[in-house]
């Protein structure tokens, strides 16, 4: 079974969650194919992230006289069919946030796509992110009459459905997966439940590995008390953070807290740590390698991230994976991890003085406390997100789907 993952680009820096996916589905013995809308908009600095580039194809690097050829062919090989498709891309596309001629170059992408599919043998397509990744291979679907499917993350999707035509994607795909159960509850409520058997839960997972470092690679000391890995963005709530750290730090607290990360709010952070003159508690420490994050993970004490909107951070699985106790908030699929006093904490969002509470705790938490935590989380996130498990999942909702295309082709050739 030839599957192709599409995304709006890929790799990225925050989204090593679909590497993970894609290299334990070929682990399992699937043939992947990935293709992305565009590189990603960042500068890659992960390895592992530069490798998977070379396996991945573009749409909007290609050659223009190649796209002009593979748009003539998809159209006129099927007219009937891309007229079809065409009317579909109209119909999402009215009143829809990217708008009308949007949705027409959606519609050129999947005939671009349909081609490069077809030369493949390709069966189904996946996509991430129910936005316009998932609009492209929806369409290109409809057009080569396959299957496909898709993962919702959130909290993006969750927040504008009408004005991406999620009720429209769920009800044309085999199947759609949210990461937790909190994302499959909001993806029911679009349908009726007469279709909520096509949603399901899998999840984002990390490697056997990860779970069980080398003691070579577990410092014995602790060189940072807290830290925080996520885009520097309104979402993440890092200037909350900022602000308990101030009020850590009134109290008579010495505390040492790293940011990973980059994004559009690091210069306000920038200002807010130099308005509570925390210039050498923080540390704004940019963009890191998978392998710097996890080193950094190793030689920290507590994870936290005061998020105000999220799906479920991975960051935080990898927390726990590594017995770091997480101190978050109450929202979305965060609390289906964390066990309050049991492997972190967790806080109203946007409650600063909670937030300073709760790092005030993990600051006085005795060593047997802080190890019984740190291994409490480590077997709930192996239990929840091993992501061999999770691929297995996929796999299997990718092999009904197959077993059931292929009996319905049969009977209908049949009949």
Known sequence: MQIAYLTNQYPAISHTFIRREIQALERKGLQIARYSVRPSFTDLIDPKDIEESKRTTYLVTARKVDLARDIFKGFF??????????????????????????????????????????????????????????????????????????????????????????????????????????GASQLKMLVSPDKWERIKIVRCGLEEEFFNPPEKDNPPQRNTDFLCVGRLCAQKGQIDLVDAAALLKKNGHHFHLMMIGDGPMRS????????????HEIELAGWKTQDEVRSALLQTKTFILPSYAEGLPVAIMEALGVKRPVISTYIAGIPELIVPESCGWLVPAGDVKAVAEAMEQALLISPDDYA????????????????????????????????????????????
């Open 77 to 182: 090989l099927n007219p009937l069919s891309a007229l079809k498709t065409f009317g579909l891309a109209i119909k999402c596309g009215w009143r829809s946030e990217a708008g009308l001629i949007r949705h027409i170059i959606y519609f050129l992408e999947a005939l671009v796509l349909s081609q490069w599919l077809n030369q493949n043998k390709t069966t189904h397509i996946h996509a991430h992110f129910g936005t316009n990744a998932t609009t492209v291979t929806m369409l290109t679907a409809t057009l080569m009459n396959i299957g496909f499917s898709f993962t919702v993350h959130g909290p993006e999707e969750f927040e504008k459905p009408g004005l991406i035509a999620l009720k429209e994607k769920v009800t044309r795909a085999k199947f759609v997966a949210g990461i937790s159960s909190f």
């Open 268 to 279: 306000d952070i920038e200002k807010r740590i130099h308005h509570h003159g925390l210039e």
């Open 372 to 415: 019984a935590m740190g291994e409490v989380g480590k077997q709930q996130t192996m239990v929840m997100h091993h992501i061999d498990q999770e691929a297995a999942k996929l796999k299997q909702y990718f092999n009904d789907y197959h077993s059931g295309h292929q009996s319905a082709s049969h009977q209908e050739a049949s009949s």
